[in-house]
């Protein structure tokens, strides 16, 4: 019998585990086959970055060494006491 409620307890483990959603793999893939950067013109001077605004954002493509994709989307919500909110 404790073998019967080990292996129960077993495949009850297994079966809890995280699977795929193909809906949220297809949003990766996409966002993974769009890539998109912009470039802006040099002058004969260094160039200075823009200034940070609220609004603007980073979209980072990530494969990890098992071939996962995953995605971080970073973005400049607001401005506190001096300092950007970046979430």
Do not use: H
Not at 6 to 19: K, V
């Amino acid at each position: 019998m404790k073998k019967f409620n080990l292996l129960i307890g077993i495949l009850f483990l297994i079966s809890c585990g995280a699977s795929v959603n193909p809906q949220l793999k297809a949003k990766v893939d996409n966002q993974f086959a769009v890539s998109e950067s912009t470039q802006f013109a040099s002058t004969q001077k260094f160039m200075k970055p823009k200034p940070y605004a609220v609004g603007q954002y980073v979209i980072l493509g990530q494969n990890d060494s098992d071939g996962k994709k995953s995605v971080t989307r970073m973005a400049i919500v607001g401005r506190e006491q001096g300092g950007w909110i970046i979430v």
